[in-house]
C-alpha cells in the first residue's frame, strides 16, 4: 500500500523513517530540496511530488505540515482523496474538511519516536478509516483511538509534547549527577540506561507501587522524593498539560 506524504519537515522526516519499512511512500512537499534532505535519510527511494497542482484522487494522505499552512497547501491540490490522515495539531476535522477534498478524515497525534518505530499516537476520526489508520500507526509504535477531538487534544499536551518533557527531566537528572561530581559522559550514561530499565517498569506496575518499592524510611530516595515534592515538581507538571491543552484550544 502506498501513503502519500505531504510535508517535509521533523515529523514528516520522523513517520517516514519508521513507516518505509511497512509503506511505499511518496513526498509531496513545497521545497524540493528538503523533500531530497528526508529522502536521504532513508533506506529505500522515494518519489518526490511538488505540492503545486498535486493531485490526490485515489490516495491516502499523511498530511505533515504546519497548522497555518492548511489553506496554503490545500489550495494546490486537486482532485479527491480516499483517506486523509492530518497530524496537526489544533486543527479540528471539520476545518480540514472544508479546507481539503477527502472521502474520509482522521486526525492523528504521533511523536517524535515514530523514527525509531516507538511512536505514542493518538486518532480519532471518520470510523471507515478507523482499522486503516491504527494499523498504520501500529507499525510505528502504540496506537489509540480515542473519542473525541477533545480526548485527542488533550493526548496532544500528554504525548505529541511529551518527548520534550522526559528531556528536561533527563537533562536535569544529568545535570545534577555533574553537579555532584560525576563525569558528564557517565552521567549520560546512566540517565539514557535508567529510561530505558523504567519503560518495563511502568508497563508491568503503578508508578505509585514503583516508588514505594524504591523509598526506604529515612533513606536516600525518600530526601530526594521530599526535594522534589518541595519544589513543586508534580504541581508543576500538571500546570504543564493544562497549558499545552489551552494552547490546542486557541486556533
Ligand atoms: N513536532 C512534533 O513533535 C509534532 C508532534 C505531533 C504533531 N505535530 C504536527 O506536525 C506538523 C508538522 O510539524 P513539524 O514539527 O514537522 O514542523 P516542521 O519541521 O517545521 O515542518 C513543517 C512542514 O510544513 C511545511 N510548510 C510550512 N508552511 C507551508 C506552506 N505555506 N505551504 C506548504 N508547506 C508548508 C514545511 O515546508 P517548508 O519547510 O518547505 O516550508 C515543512 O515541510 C504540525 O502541524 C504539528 O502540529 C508535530
Redesign the pocket.
Known amino acids: 500500500m502506498k501513503l502519500t506524504i505531504i510535508?517535509?519537515?521533523?515529523?514528516?522526516t520522523a513517520l517516514s523513517i519508521g513507516l518505509q519499512k511497512h509503506y511505499e511512500l511518496e513526498v509531496v512537499?513545497?521545497?524540493i530540496s528538503?523533500a531530497k534532505l528526508l529522502a536521504s535519510k532513508l533506506n529505500k527511494p522515494l518519489d518526490i511530488y511538488p505540492?503545486n497542482n498535486y493531485d490526490i484522487t485515489g490516495k491516502t494522505i499523511l498530511l505533515?505540515?504546519?497548522?497555518?499552512?492548511l489553506d496554503?497547501?490545500a489550495a494546490n491540490l486537486k482532485g479527491e482523496a480516499t483517506s486523509l490522515i492530518s497530524?496537526?495539531?489544533s486543527t479540528p476535522i471539520k476545518t480540514l474538511f472544508d479546507a481539503i477534498n477527502a472521502k474520509h478524515i482522521v486526525r492523528a497525534?504521533?511523536?517524535?519516536s515514530a523514527a525509531f518505530g516507538a511512536s505514542t499516537t493518538t486518532l480519532v476520526g471518520s470510523h471507515d478509516l478507523k482499522n486503516e489508520a491504527l494499523k498504520i500507526f501500529e507499525s510505528i509504535g502504540d496506537a489509540f483511538w480515542l473519542k473525541s477531538e477533545k480526548e485527542l487534544d488533550i493526548a496532544t499536551a500528554i504525548a505529541?509534547s511529551g518527548?520534550a518533557y522526559l528531556a528536561l527531566i533527563a537533562e536535569a537528572m544529568m545535570d545534577g549527577g555533574v553537579k555532584q561530581g560525576l563525569q558528564r559522559d557517565d552521567s549520560m550514561k546512566l540517565v539514557r540506561s535508567l529510561f530505558k530499565g523504567f519503560a518495563p517498569l511502568l508497563a508491568n506496575s503503578h508508578p505509585a507501587l514503583i516508588k514505594d518499592s524504591v523509598m526506604s524510611p529515612a533513606g536516600t530516595t525518600a530526601a530526594g522524593y521530599a526535594a522534589l515534592e518541595e519544589c513543586g515538581v508534580r504541581d508543576a507538571f500538571i500546570k504543564a498539560i493544562e497549558c499545552a491543552y489551552k494552547v490546542t484550544q486557541k486556533k
Not at 109 to 112: F, K
Open positions: 510535508g517535509s519537515g521533523s515529523m514528516a512537499a513545497k521545497d528538503k505540492l505533515c505540515v504546519k497548522p497555518y499552512a496554503e497547501v497530524i496537526l495539531a497525534m504521533p511523536n517524535v505529541g518527548p
